[in-house]
């Protein structure tokens, strides 16, 4: 059975092109976010100022539970995105472990160097440059190459690129901010790199007096560098650190790892990029199951002729069987193995883009091995083989003299099977929908629901396709019969066969249905957001920086008596828990917070409270957006625990929930709370509303970001979206070009194999009298009923879906479509599918009648 399937592959390359196709992009697509997940378990980065510690700790950068207990643990980690703090008194039980020659506290603050052009100098890759002290030099690989150690209150050392930049160098003096403002520091010594390549990330080291002033965090440091003494084993050596820190939420880190602890953007790119290529995964390998079992299924039906006489001449249906798994194994494998160079060179493509929005550094290298080769060739192999192994076990449950009778006459009537199959599909979307109409104010469960209420649609209507094909052709044949002999011709030849209308149809409806859903739900939320951040924002004027803004500032613009008012917002990212599992643990979501002055947050954010009041907001209190509240199971006056950004638990009582969280935050605290856990300590903006005819607010304002470079002054917050949530709008658009190019190929697939497989009929035509006009004027009719039903069926399974979402975050059931996008989708996959038809069609009438109906099916 092997050779006569190796046979039947060389003589029906046609047949088995567009599974071929849809395995090949499926392994490319599964082979990208193999990769990505691979890259994100294994994502580490050479130390540089902690490559001479042998042992670095450094805090968990993720949350496990929102509890005080050590114990508490979460289904899934949520990501920290604010440096975890080490309590400085570790490196006291440290120090006392055998083998341990010093150990070296690592503390961070910001720090800007002002270049020649008033602006502050961005680092490499545009990052922000931070201050360290200077006794943290002992555990990397920086040395004095000018100059001597900062011991003043205003003495610094710059790395050599960043002195460069400045045009400074030893015994020069520059500009940086620190603080509120501006300094005049002396600069007294130049580091490098050995070799002096650039850093990652440029530094400037202060005295160590200095840096805890800066800090102003008692009891806490950055990490702490272990040194050993000789002949001292690593491995050993952090195990024993672990055993003694004492402390839970810390990681011991030896070799690469200490550069997850220096860099934390690594750290936190590791989990987004498990986080994402999961995500994608799971979506692309359930349409590709789709995908592949369509197209091998149609292959074999149009098979049935050579299946029956195989049977009629002795072949066992077990021979059956293997032949036809041999065929779709070999085309598995051969896809297979070739989408894996093909998914290579599209992660190497993407990554730019990745960085370009967040979810990566911008100097992020893949991690190539292996596992997702192994992994994608071997997903499409069981993918193809369960395929065929079901699309072969109808025709094997029957006698080869009624196979042969099949084989002449298709079957219109759907199977006892089908029908109680998709009746139990049709049940589970109406119930999904009624869940999903309970959960209004949930937007994560809704847009959860909404997911798996289109992917069951299509697979209900996939089922009940050949039962839906009969409704169809009623509501379409008056169209079609306008036309009296063409029209007429294609009416008839939709309702005799049924199976091959929903055949052709069911991809259409995968590709119009998934990319409406993905696409539209995500012109949904982008289309709350403006809403929101326009009938919300009453500040006229907004101060935003690249690196941040020094908290005072706030206090500074509210002195000027043209401003009525004005607060500084920090924003940062919380995790907490949305109930338990089965299994007792905790299901932790992360949700955005911002910190607010409570006394000024009325005058220039409206956050529309629907409970309780945002003016007893304060320290140890929280409010809630509706969205949040509902996702975490509070009222007002519950209590609320959840874990900031830099890891500590904090405990606080709900005063007020709001709508307005999508346009702001899920989460408000008030300001000082949030601002004391973030990383830089730093303001992400400050908000301003002037008092009512005031004149020279604006010179009064551009006189202050004098004061402070790097800062801009915006008239207004536009509606713009933050970054995560322009990173998850790419993402859908992502997933929604993946899909319709996926679901493309099935379309393609199945009308030029349908087309092809009617070269007896036409020819039966042409000696009937038919011309070659009326065929081609026929294959018109029969394409536009199948991209009316195709696109009309698909638009209608993405509605219920896209009225939860809607349901979410807007409150209303209608979902914001853009007219010229839902075009395109439409049009794109119409004229795809009519293209695909028409072409094998204008094709096969090249052939003389009389050898067309002489051609061996």
Same mark, same amino acid.
């Given at each position: 059975m092997l050779r006569l399937a190796l046979r039947t592959l060389r003589t029906r390359k046609g047949g088995f092109v567009g599974t071929f196709v849809a395995l090949l992009l499926g392994s490319a697509v599964l082979s990208v976010c193999g990769i990505l997940m691979?890259?994100?378990?294994?994502?580490?980065?050479?130390?540089?100022?902690?490559?001479?510690? $042998?042992?670095?700790?450094?805090?968990?950068?993720?949350?496990?539970?929102?509890?005080?207990?050590?114990?508490?643990?979460?289904?899934?980690?949520?990501?920290?995105?604010?440096?975890?703090?080490?309590?400085? $008194?570790v490196a006291q039980r440290i120090t006392a472990v055998k083998g341990v020659a010093a150990v070296v506290a690592d503390i961070g603050v910001p720090a800007q160097v002002i270049g020649p052009g008033g602006d502050p100098l961005p680092g490499p890759h545009g990052t922000r440059t931070t201050g360290h002290n200077w006794s943290s030099t002992r555990m990397g690989a920086y040395r004095l190459v000018e100059g001597r150690a900062p011991a003043g209150d205003h003495e610094v050392v710059l790395d050599a690129p960043?002195?460069?930049?400045?045009?400074?160098?030893? #015994?020069?003096?520059?500009?940086?901010?620190?603080?509120?403002?501006?300094?005049?520091?002396?600069v007294v010594g130049v580091v490098a790199l050995p070799g002096e390549p650039s850093p990652r990330r440029s530094v400037a080291f202060f005295s160590d007096e200095l840096t805890r002033h800066l800090a102003a965090r008692d009891g806490a440091v950055d990490a702490l560098g272990v040194l050993a003494t000789a002949g001292t084993d690593t491995k050993k050596l952090a195990?024993?650190?672990?055993?003694?820190?004492?402390?839970?939420?810390?990681?011991?880190?030896?070799?690469?790892?200490?550069?997850?602890?220096?860099?934390?953007?690594?750290?936190?790119?590791?989990?987004?990029?498990?986080?994402?290529?999961?995500?994608?995964? #799971?979506?692309?390998?359930?349409?590709?199951?789709?995908?592949?079992?369509?197209?091998?299924?149609?292959?074999?039906?149009?098979?049935?002729?050579?299946?029956?006489?195989?049977?009629?001449?002795?072949?066992?249906?077990?021979?059956?069987?293997?032949?036809?798994?041999?065929?779709?194994?070999?085309?598995?494998? &051969?896809?297979?193995?070739?989408?894996?160079?093909?998914?290579?060179?599209?992660?190497?493509?993407?990554?730019?883009?990745?960085?370009?929005?967040?979810?990566?550094?911008?100097?992020?290298?893949?991690?190539?091995?292996?596992?997702?080769?192994?992994?994608?060739?071997?997903?499409?192999?069981?993918?193809?083989?369960?395929?065929?192994?079901?699309?072969?076990?109808?025709?094997?449950? &029957?006698?080869?003299?009624?196979?042969? #009778?099949?084989?002449?006459?298709?079957?219109?009537?759907?199977?006892?099977?089908?029908? &109680?199959?998709?009746?139990?599909?049709?049940l589970a979307v109406v119930g999904l929908f009624a869940i999903g109409l309970t959960r209004t104010g949930d937007i994560a469960v809704l847009t959860g629901l909404a997911n798996s209420l289109v992917l069951v649609t299509v697979i209900a209507v996939a089922?009940?396709?050949?039962?839906?094909?009969?409704?169809?052709?009623?509501?379409?044949?008056?169209?079609?019969?306008?036309?009296?002999?063409?029209?007429?011709?294609?009416?008839?030849?939709?309702?005799?066969?049924?199976?091959?209308?929903?055949?052709?149809?069911?991809?259409?409806?995968?590709?119009?249905?998934?990319?409406?859903?993905?696409?539209?739900?995500?012109?949904?939320?982008?289309?709350?957001?403006?809403?929101?951040?326009?009938?919300?924002?009453?500040?006229?004027?907004?101060?935003?920086?690249?690196?941040?803004?020094?908290?005072?500032?706030? $206090?500074?613009?509210? $002195?000027?008596?043209?401003?009525?008012?004005?607060?500084?917002?920090?924003?940062?990212?919380?995790?907490?828990?949305?109930?338990?599992?089965?299994?007792?643990?905790?299901?932790?979501v992360s949700l955005s917070a911002q910190g607010v002055e409570p006394e000024h947050l009325d005058e220039v954010m409206d956050l529309k409270p629907l409970q309780g009041s945002l003016t007893r907001l304060k320290a140890g209190s929280v409010a809630l957006s509706a969205d949040a509240a509902s996702r975490l199971g509070r009222g007002i006056g519950d209590t609320v625990r959840l874990r900031l950004g830099d890891g500590s638990p904090v405990t606080a009582t709900l005063v007020a929930v709001y709508e307005r969280g999508l346009g702001f935050a899920d989460v408000t605290f008030e300001h000082r709370t949030l601002l004391t856990h973030t990383t830089s300590h730093l303001d992400t903006s400050v908000l301003i509303r002037t008092a009512p005819g005031a004149v020279g607010a604006d010179a009064a304002l551009k006189e202050v970001i004098r004061r402070h470079p790097g800062t801009t002054l915006q008239d207004r917050a536009t509606a713009e979206l933050p970054r995560q949530q322009a990173a998850d709008a790419w993402i859908n658009y992502l997933l929604a070009g993946l899909i319709l190019v996926y679901s493309g190929v099935a379309v393609a697939n199945t009308q030029a194999m349908n087309t092809t497989a009617r070269r007896h009929e036409f020819g039966l035509l042409r000696l009937a009298g038919t011309t070659p006009a009326q065929v081609m004027r026929m294959m018109r009719w029969e394409s536009l009923a199948v991209v009316l039903a195709g696109v009309g069926?698909?638009?209608?399974?993405?509605?219920?879906?896209?009225?939860?979402?809607?349901?979410?975050?807007?409150?209303?059931?209608?979902?914001?479509?853009?007219?010229?996008?839902?075009?395109? &989708?439409?049009?794109?996959?119409g004229a795809l599918a009519a293209t695909a038809a028409l072409i094998p069609a204008r094709a096969l009438l090249r052939t003389r009648p009389v050898e067309a109906i002489d051609v061996r099916q």
């Open positions: 691979e890259s994100g378990l294994r994502a580490s980065q050479p130390p540089e100022r902690y490559a001479a510690a $042998d042992v670095v700790v450094a805090g968990h950068q993720q949350a496990t539970g929102t509890g005080h207990a050590r114990q508490t643990t979460a289904a899934l980690a949520q990501p920290l995105v604010e440096r975890v703090p080490v309590p400085a $008194d960043l002195a460069g930049q400045a045009r400074a160098k030893a #015994g020069d003096t520059v500009s940086m901010v620190t603080g509120p403002a501006p300094e005049r520091f002396h195990e024993a650190v672990a055993r003694a820190d004492g402390q839970p939420g810390l990681d011991v880190r030896t070799g690469d790892g200490r550069g997850k602890a220096e860099f934390l953007d690594v750290a936190n790119s590791g989990s987004t990029l498990l986080l994402l290529a999961s995500a994608v995964a #799971g979506n692309m390998l359930l349409v590709n199951v789709f995908v592949v079992a369509s197209t091998m299924s149609l292959a074999v039906s149009h098979r049935r002729r050579e299946t029956a006489l195989l049977r009629a001449v002795g072949a066992t249906p077990r021979q059956v069987r293997r032949m036809l798994t041999a065929e779709a194994l070999i085309t598995a494998l &051969i896809g297979g193995a070739l989408g894996w160079p093909l998914g290579l060179a599209a992660t190497f493509g993407l990554k730019d883009r990745l960085a370009v929005h967040g979810l990566v550094p911008p100097d992020f290298h893949p991690v190539i091995g292996p596992l997702p080769a192994v992994g994608a060739v071997l997903t499409a192999v069981l993918t193809a083989g369960t395929a065929a192994l079901a699309t072969t076990r109808r025709a094997n449950r &029957i006698r080869p003299t009624e196979a042969l #009778g099949e084989a002449a006459d298709e079957r219109t009537a759907p199977g006892r099977g089908r029908l &109680i199959t998709g009746s139990l599909l049709a089922v009940l396709g050949p039962l839906l094909s009969r409704p169809v052709m009623r509501v379409l044949g008056p169209l079609l019969r306008t036309s009296q002999v063409t029209g007429y011709l294609a009416a008839a030849n939709h309702a005799a066969h049924p199976r091959r209308l929903a055949a052709t149809v069911t991809p259409l409806i995968l590709a119009v249905s998934f990319a409406a859903t993905v696409v539209f739900a995500q012109t949904t939320v982008q289309q709350a957001f403006v809403e929101q951040v326009h009938k919300g924002l009453r500040a006229d004027h907004v101060l935003v920086a690249a690196g941040g803004l020094a908290p005072g500032l706030a $206090d500074e613009v509210r $002195d000027l008596h043209q401003v009525r008012a004005a607060t500084g917002v920090v924003r940062s990212t919380v995790a907490g828990t949305a109930g338990t599992d089965g299994a007792g643990r905790e299901q932790l069926t698909g638009l209608l399974a993405s509605a219920p879906a896209l009225v939860l979402v809607a349901l979410a975050v807007t409150g209303t059931p209608w979902p914001a479509v853009a007219p010229l996008v839902c075009l395109t &989708i439409v049009g794109g996959t």
